[in-house]
């Protein structure tokens, strides 16, 4: 699967899960280096004590590390999105804000730990914040990698 930051940005804004949730996609860089998400917490996508639901705040990071990390390393390699962590701190009220990053020294590991044809499982730790700056949520994302053979 090969697919420009703008098809993906166009993509998942209409994605009717994300729509539903009120998650936006607000920045993916073409390098995938950086993913930018929110969610506006409203009538519509609150839960019953009126924040953000915990399932929410989930999605936000769901497919984006796996999708940055196929955009950065093309269709050499097989990416999967396989464990999911979430520490919930504060309530998340208002918009909140999740920004992924990968630095390119991560890429180059996975380049190495996968030179061979080995499977690599990286963990990927992102903060939700509010408004304020303050953590709502702290989440982990485990990604599977494997460079494909020839």
Not at 6 to 13: D, Q
Not at 61 to 75: C, V
Not at 107 to 116: F, G
């Amino acid at each position: 699967m090969h697919f420009s930051a703008k098809t993906l940005r166009r993509y998942m804004n209409f994605w009717p899960p994300f729509i539903g949730a009120g998650i936006r996609l607000k920045e993916f860089t073409d390098d995938g280096s950086r993913v930018v998400v929110t969610h506006t917490v409203n009538t519509l996508t609150r839960n019953a004590a009126g924040v953000a639901f915990g399932g929410t705040i989930m999605a936000m990071t769901d497919p984006f590390f796996m999708l940055a990390s196929m955009a950065r390393l093309g269709k050499e390699y097989t990416v999967w999105d396989v464990a999911g962590e979430v520490k919930f701190l504060k309530p998340g009220t208002g918009t909140i804000t999740a920004v992924m990053e990968i630095p390119d020294e991560t890429y180059e590991l996975i380049k190495e730990k996968t030179a061979d044809g080995s499977k690599y499982l990286h963990w990927f730790d992102t903060e939700v914040t509010d408004e304020a700056g303050d953590t709502v949520a702290t989440v982990r994302r485990q990604v599977y990698y494997r460079r494909k053979q020839k």
